[in-house]
Every structure is written in structure tokens, then in C-alpha cells.
């Protein structure tokens, strides 16, 4: 029977009831420990009983936490209470596009940008291997911050395009039902949207979600259903024969080139219809940009070098004229309409790959762009590209450097490597250090010849002038707000004032205005990733600033003057790489010049190779995510999803993947307990910054905190083979990075085991749990010790300059070791009568891209190799942004 309110599932209180769906009841209910209205759907207790409904409730929940994504509805929890069996997801306000079309058709502009932001959904799952199965009007919820897809009831996991995929067909084949079919005749709204082949009761892929789009774009440019019938049989052979009455005689208005993408996804046959949500999405796009005649189609960097060397010619050119037009249009005055719009992408430079972020930064003569890529070697550095030619150019002595920002002058660079702030001449002169910056979050620079800079991840902000010499403190975290840290500062036109981002303990991001002199900060935005002033009167930001995937970018007017944003936001742009804390990862100039960062994270291939280097085999071939944890038998992998949300486990051996977290927040650093039982990880979530979390390695019961360090970040580095002992690196309140023992015996509380002016990281506690091996990195070099374990006391130093990462072996009588020019090395080392170091062996060295992952029982190295990373992430520049605004 329904829940009335009041009712409590765990900490979920009933208010209401919102509907029925396919698959269950709807709630809106209370969260009582976050203080938030959330959607509960609660699996009937009349189905529960069946096997088969319950698999199919679960199936629902591992699909739906699979998809993070603005325009997916984001699954929150999942559990049980007692008999009954629910889920707790946003709560979505707004209307179903079904009742928004009872009073008509939509714009055809508006038809063209919903569909676009539909189809990069469906794009989205189609990626995870998930099909919707059910897409409709009903099942798409109209927001203010654009739609939501709702109900993946029928959705499930798919095999390659047009393969098989598991599942009985008699669930998967049948439509979503708000009541039982009780009449001969009865029309189910879902049939109207289901392709030809499903009606045949052939298997579904994501061509029949594309024929459900279509389907859905027909009826919201015409305000009718592209296909109609007076009982079920004659809307079936409709399905199955019939053409739709062509889109343009019932929408006179809408651009012809839409009445071909619909055509051409209602094909009957899959293989003549649009292949891929992407495909459809950026067919909208391009309708969307063609509709202006100041619109221009934008050249796509091509993967293949050949290619992109041809096409540069003609981006150079076009890029060239454009940017001298704007050079010749700037400033505007009131009355102009700006310069005309392009867009254009650019790739990764030649040997290199953009970082993720690469924290792009417009020249203050809208020329040149700054950014941070890294060579095959893995060095970082600060490259240069001008906007008008392909030219790209490291800067000589930027090893490891970060963050660039510019001198007002164009002509000089600050940026941060090493523990330093740097600043480097553009005319070869080598870097010229000014100040410590242990752990920097950004610069700038003012035509006063101060800058103003972040110099750790937690903390204040603090000025220095453009020579050098001692910082001076100019904001400090007001703990009354909970705030953690200040960053990113970016001066306003005055060269006084300038905007920074405050990150506050509750996922909250704000960003204020202040001066050089330390007047009171004035809050100008909250939300979001932490905004940026685009001049000359615009706030630039993304949705959401606590996740690294894609996200959309809004503009809000802002007066730099009054230092105040004012009246709605419009979006920009739909597919914008975000990064964690409070960096929006966007850069424009006064000209209408904007550089953003596309990155899609590329799956990687695991394979074995022996003590000499040589390949055995491919492990996996390819593995979506950020990290890569080695299960003490040598058998499985954890790894998190390639949004870097949720965590999972791979079997080497039977290929079977296991998922273990159902959440919304990032995970890495993941570390298997000895006996391969559990899995400790780090969990993060915005300013809340990086947590310690435990889950059972089959996936069983839920994940719990263990502990959560003084500073914003806490990662596990390695669990003692008596599991008594997990060793963590966390951060303290300024930010320095320290080496935790915390006792999983429940013996006594965690406590700090090493901490020195050094940053300790990339800890492992040998075999026998009685030394610890680490790093120490000092001056961007990572000297490598050996500690006695439980009690730091006798310490010792391996004999070597600097190393990327050690590992002990199976039997704790070497070290593994990785050095900068990623050689691997092996060093004998013994403990009797002391620290013996034997000679250092030069093993092979691994190819780039290629990273270790962890050492096997039988001495087999297992190493991740991130496959196409440069294609992976690319720079979009957009000349005339203002224009794409009110066009979306």
C-alpha cells in the first residue's frame, strides 16, 4: 500500500507522493541528516517477492549511479528497509516535457537546444554501455537549469552496437506501463516511441534510443506525435510502414536542416538511421550556430597528425584574419554589436598532452594563450601558443611548472614549479625565482607591479611585489564560514580590486572581491566552480566546481566597478572539463576572445610485463579510469569510472567488473587490505575536501568513513600485512603534507607518524610490516627513505638523486624503483646489522604514458597505458563568445 507521510526508510522522511512510474513509487521526501529534499523511489512491496522485479530494481540502481551528468538525474543512495527497497535521488523541479507539450509545440530554437542537451545525455550513458530503452516526453523533465532524463527503469547494460547484451527478452523487450494493459486496443504511450526493431523483438543498442530522439525532436517542433494510431496494431504497422507527415509542412518555421536529422534518425532500418547520440548532438549543434549569419562552422582538430597539419592552414588563416578583425573592432562601445563569431579548436601540441587541467591563460593582448602540457617523459611544463599561427613552444626552464598567469605587459610570465613562485621573460632569459609557494592555487599580476597569489591549498591569499622579497599576508579564511582557503585571484580593471574563490568546509564555493591594501571582502557569486571576470562585463563559471567531469559554462553580467553580478545566467557553453576546488578552467579577454578545455578521460590498457621488461600480455584491454590499485594475489584490479565518481573492481582473470560505491563523490588513492578483503580509498566532495573511506572488496554492505584528516586532503598509501595498520598522507590546516599511522584494530586513535618541512608521499610498508618505504619531495626532487614501522625511529636514506615512485618487491628484499627518465630500476637492500643497499640494476625502461601499477606475487609488473591521450583533450576557442548567447 502507498507510504503515507511521515513514514521513515532509514534516515529518508515521506512528505508526499510525486507519482508511479515503470518501476515503482515516487516520494518526495526529507533527508534528516543533510537537511535536504530528495526523491525516494520505493520498490513496491506487492513485487517485491519476485526475484526477477528485485534484479531488475538493483539493475535500475547500477545503471542510474553509473551516469554522473547535468542532464541526468543523479542517484544519491541506495538501500533497504526492512521488506522494502528504495532509492534516494535528486529531487527534480519542474514539468515533464510531455505536459509542457499539451500546450503546444516549442521554438524551433528551443527544440534544437533542449535536443542537443538530450542527445549529450543519452550520449553519455550510451558511453557507460547504457541504453535507456524508455526515452519519451514523460520521461524527460524540464528545469531551469535545462532537462533531466528520469527513469532508467528499463535501462541496462549493453554489449558492442547492435551486439547482444544480457537480460531475458521478455523483460527487456517490454514497455513501461503507468497501469496494467487491461483492453483489447489499449495504446501504451511507450510504444509510439519504440523503434522498428524493438517492436520485432530484436535486441535494442543505442540506435534505438537515437529512433526515441527522433521521435521526441518531431513532436517538439510540431506538437504532434510522429506516429499515431487508433489501437495498438494500427500504431505498430505505422511504426513499421509509414513516414511522419514531413516536419517542415507542420513547422513552416523550422530550419530545414532539422527536418533531416529527424528523417534520418526515424530510418527504419538501424543501418541507414543516425548511428550515435554524439552524432545527432553535434548536428544540433551546428544548426544552432547556422542559424545566425554570423555563425561559422567550426574546423575540428583531425586525430591523425597528417590531418591536422592540412587543416591548420586553413585554421591559421581563418584564425589570423579573425583575430585582426577583433584587434580593429576593439574596444566596443555601447552600440556594437561585437565582433563577429568563430570557433575553432586546438589540439594538443606536437609530443606533448594538455594536463587535465591545463589551466589555460589568455594573454592581456588577447594574442597568446599559456598553458601547461606535459612531454612523453612526463614533464610538465609552460607552453605557448599564439592564437594566429600552429606554432607551439615550451619556455625553456618551466620544468614542472604550473598555473601561468601573465605581466600586464604581455611580455612575462608568473607561474609556480618547485615549491616557488617563478616569473620567466619571454626573450630566453631563465626564470628568476620570488617567493615560496609550497603548494600554490593561482596568481596574478597587476600594472602596479604587484602580485597577488595563493601559496598553499589551504590558507590565506598574500601579495609580493614583481621583484621578489618577503610576501605579506592580504586575506585570511573567515572561520566563522567555514572556509578553508582562498584562491585564484584575478585583478579588475582598477589594478586594486581583484576577485579570489573562498572554499568553505560544506561543499560550498563563493567567489569575493577585495583590494591589494586588505580591504572587506564583498561576496559577488556563490555556487559553482568559483567565477571569472571576462571583460569587460561578464562573470564566466561552471554549474557545478566539485566534479572533473564535463560541465556547462554560464555568463552572468557583472560591473567591475561596483564589484557586483547582476540578473540571470545564460549559458555558454555544454561540454567544459571542471576541475576540483573552486578553478573554473576558463580564460577570455576584453576582445570577446574565450579558451576553454574539452577532456574526455581515455580508458586505459593493462598488461604484465616480466623482470626484464618484456611484455607477457595484455591484463585488459581497456579500463575506464583515473587509478589503478594491484590486489595483493596479483588477480584483481580497483580502478574508478572515467568521470572519477565511483569505484570498482576488476577480475584479470574472468574480465567480470564489481562495483563497490553508489555515490556522487570523486574517489582515488584506492588500497587493498592484505588478505584482499577490503579496500580503503579516498572519497572527496568539493571544499569538503578528501576523506578515508572503507569498503568490503565483494561489494557487500555500505562503505564507511574512517577518517578524515585536519586539512582538505587524506589518502590512503598502505595497509600492514597484519591489518592492524593503514598508513595515509594527509594534509594539515596550512596545507603542508604529512604521514599518518590510524590503527584498524580500533586500538587507539590516528596519529601523525612522520612530519617534516618535506612533503612525504607515495608511502608502502614492506612485506613484513616493519619499514616503510617513502618519499620526500623538497625543491620538486623526491628523495627516497626507509623508516622503521610502527615507531619512526631508526630512519634511513636510499642512495639515490631522485626517483617518480618506489615499490617494495614480493619478498621485501628489493626496491622497485621508477626515476625521472622512467627507467626501472632495481636496488638490492637487506636489514641485517642495519641498512644495506646492494647495487643499483637498471631493469628497461617504460615506454610514456605507460605507469606501474603494482608488483606481483611472482615479480610480474602490471602498468596502466593510457590509450589516444592527446586526442583526449583539446582547447576550444571561441572569437565573439557574446554571440553564442540567447542561442542556446
Known sequence: MPLSAGTRLGPYEITAPLGAGGMGEVYRARDTRLLRDVAVKVLPSHLSSSPEVRSRFEREART?????????????????????????MELVEGETLAQRLTRGALAPMEVVRLGAQIADALERAHRAGVIHRDLKPGNIMLTKSGPKLMDFGLARASGPLGGPSSGSVAMTQSPTMAQPLTAEGTIVGTFQYMAPEQL????????????????????????????????????ISAIMTSEPEPLVQLAPMSPPALERLARACLAKDPEERVQTAHDVKLQLQWIAEGSSAAGVPAPVAARRRSREQRAWILVATLAAALTALMFAWAPWSARDQGPPLARFMLASPEGATLTSPANAELSPDGR??????????GTTRVYLRPLATPETRAIRGTDGGSLPFWAPDSRTIGFFSRGKLRKVALDGSPPVALCDAPDARGGAWSRMGVIVFAPNNQGGLERVSENGGAPTPITQPNHAKRERGHRYPQFLPDQKHFLFVAIGQEDLVSTYATSVDGERSIEVCRGGSGARWAPPGWLLYLENGITSSKQRLFAKRFDPARRRASGEPQLVLDDVQATNFGYANVTADARGTLVAQHWEAPPSRLQWRDVHGVVLGTAAAAVEGAFFALSPDGRRVAHNDADQINLFTLDLATRVSTRLTFGNQLTASAVWSRDGRRIAFASGSGARGWEIHVKSADGSGPDSLLFHGPGLFSFPMSWSVDGRWLVAQCADTSGSYDLWKIPMDGSGSPQIYERTPEAEQNAELSPDGRWLLYGAVSEGKQALYVQSFPNPGTKYQVAIEDVLGAKWSAQGDRIFVLDPRREALSIPVSFTGGFQQGPTTRMYQLPPNEAPVGVAPDHRLLTATAQDISASTRFEVVLGWPGLLGKR
Not at 535494442?204 to 521526441?216: E, I, Q
Not at 597568446?368 to 617523459?377: L, P, R
Open 200 to 235: 520485432e523483438g530484436k535486441e535494442a543498442d543505442a540506435r534505438s534510443d537515437v529512433w526515441a530522439l527522433g521521435c521526441v525532436l518531431y513532436e517538439m517542433a510540431t506538437g504532434r506525435r510522429a506516429f499515431e494510431g487508433k489501437s495498438q496494431a494500427s500504431l
Open 368 to 377: 597568446t594563450i599559456a598553458y601547461e602540457a606535459s612531454d612523453s617523459a
Open 64 to 88: 542510474v549511479s553509473s551516469l554522473n551528468h547535468p542532464h541526468i538525474c543523479i542517484l544519491h543512495d541506495v538501500g533497504r528497509e526492512g521488506d522494502t527497497d528504495y532509492l534516494v
